[in-house]
């Protein structure tokens, strides 16, 4: 599988400025960028204006980083730059920078070491920092937006996203082409996961992988056990968004795409068996980030609370419509199985309404809703929710089914799969995860993925077993 790189241009920007800081601009992009010659003031970014006319917005920010995107002026609606600030937030974080450097700047390196090795990315147009240490100045990072693309992570999640099996196998693939090529390269990414993915998918062509977020990458010897540690990291992140099958293709696909390892069926089970261990015990570790994360809240959760009801959705629905379901539930909640279409930004899915009574015992939403993301977050194959709206007398809350999915209760060849339920079982336990209350209307056949025809309806706590619609 041939892999190209869309950074070709990084050896082209040209540098305006002095050692205390500078820009390294693609020329063509120095107009729409800049509204005059850049200077060595990073505010040369005119960011004020670009809010004031609708152009830019926060896609996340944190203490150390704050990402901008940025629509370009005279250009397609889907053509954007996303714009990293790199920041010091504390002392230790200043004087880091002041020892080792622009962020910005290590990164750009890491981007054209990384591009040499013919590794696709995202098209560097500009980058602005200190030229070397000994200074403590914000950094900045200019890249063009990769159309028609998403985040690998979403993409395997998601249980709309229409990827073929043919088509997950051919991101798999891709992904162990380029992490051999990086390991093969004596490049290491410190912070791997599927979110530093993007895959690009458009019609007619096959889906098409990209490695984006390249901070931190450092240069080390390639021994097998950094290998294996990378690649059970790895792994861990991608958790069961992927089958067995399917993991044990990546490995079969990194092997064989490295020119370094030698590759036969007995190297194959001896990587496996030494992988196993290191992947459990990286996947015990995301999990527990993870955990930490969703508490803290995040840039994909909204909060919408009112003075009626308490409110929670994924951020791709906005907050126009959560808020306006919100009000909407708070006042009469849907009945029990209806069908409420969702706006997306790829369009309307449909989700089923599921209804709680704050009246009986141990029903309750807000449950629901955290155990399915906890679910989500092991990788497990859940019906993950969308939004919980919950008040002091009842709670509604509205997941994606797929139409043709039935719980097994209603599954006419449910002796066929017995074997699946254990190990789904097994997995649940191992998360942590009681199955005690895990009843058949808790499991659902979904007959046209017979990959995974396994689907868990998060509802064995805080919903009544004995409760009808």
């Keep these: 599988m041939s ?22 601009v693609e020329p063509s992009m ?18 004020d204006l670009w809010q004031e006319e609708g152009r830019l917005e926060v896609v996340k920010t944190g203490r150390h980083r704050t990402v901008y995107r940025l629509a370009l002026p005279g250009a397609g609606s889907d053509t954007t730059v996303y714009i990293k600030r790199y920041r010091a937030a504390d002392w230790k974080a200043r004087w880091r920078r002041r020892i080792r450097g622009s962020t910005a700047r290590r990164e750009y390196k890491s981007m054209r070491a990384v591009a040499d090795l013919g590794i696709p990315l995202a098209e560097v147009v500009a980058v602005g920092g200190p030229l070397g240490p000994g200074h403590d100045r914000d950094s900045w990072l200019l890249t ?21 099996f043919v088509e997950r ?74 089958t067995p099958s399917e993991r044990w293709l990546f490995l079969e696909r990194y092997l064989g795409a490295s020119k370094q390892v030698e590759n036969d069926g007995c190297q194959l089970r001896n990587w496996a068996a030494a992988w196993r261990p290191l992947f459990c015990r990286h996947r015990e570790s ?9 508490s803290r809240g995040n840039r994909r959760l909204l909060i919408a609370d009112s003075d009626r ?17 919100r009000d909407r539930f708070a006042a009469v909640p849907a009945p029990e199985g209806t069908s409420v279409p969702l706006a997306t930004g790829s369009g309307a899915v449909m989700t089923r309404v599921l209804r709680f009574d704050r009246a009986v ?26 939004l919980f709206v919950e008040t002091d007398c009842h709670g509604v809350l509205a997941v994606p089914v797929p139409e043709q999915a039935v719980s097994l209760a209603d599954w006419s060849g449910s002796s066929e799969i017995e074997r699946d339920i254990d190990l789904l079982m097994e997995r649940i336990a191992r998360a942590g995860v009681s199955v005690d209350d895990i009843g058949s209307d808790q499991l659902l056949i979904d007959p046209d993925n017979p990959e995974r025809p396994l689907l868990l309806l998060p509802t064995w706590l805080g919903k009544s077993s004995t409760r009808t619609s």
């Design 169 to 242: 196998r051919q991101v798999v693939g891709q992904a162990a082409e380029i992490i051999a090529r990086l390991h093969d390269g004596g490049l290491w990414h410190r912070d791997l996961h599927t979110g530093n993915f993007l895959v690009q998918r458009r019609e007619g062509a096959p889906p098409r992988l990209l490695l984006i977020d390249l901070y931190p990458v450092v240069s080390r010897k390639p021994t097998t056990a950094r290998r294996l540690d990378a690649l059970a990291r790895l792994a861990a992140s991608l958790g069961s968004s992927v």
């Design 309 to 325: 009801a308490t409110c929670r959705g994924l951020a791709f629905l906005g907050r126009r419509q959560l808020e306006h379901l």
């Design 144 to 164: 063009i937006g990769v159309k028609d693309s998403s985040p690998l992570d979403e993409l395997l999640g998601d249980l709309e996203s229409g990827l073929s």
């Design 3 to 24: 892999l190209t790189s869309d950074s070709d241009r990084t050896g082209r920007l040209r540098r305006t400025g002095g050692l205390g800081f500078a820009w390294d």
């Design 30 to 47: 120095n107009d729409q960028l800049f509204k005059a010659s850049p200077s060595g003031d990073p505010e040369a970014l005119p960011l």
């Design 286 to 294: 995301t999990w527990r980030r993870l955990d930490r994360h969703w």
């Design 361 to 386: 015992e141990g029903e309750s939403a807000r449950e629901v809703w955290e155990l399915g993301h906890a679910l989500w977050r092991r990788g497990l194959p859940v019906a993950r929710p969308w």
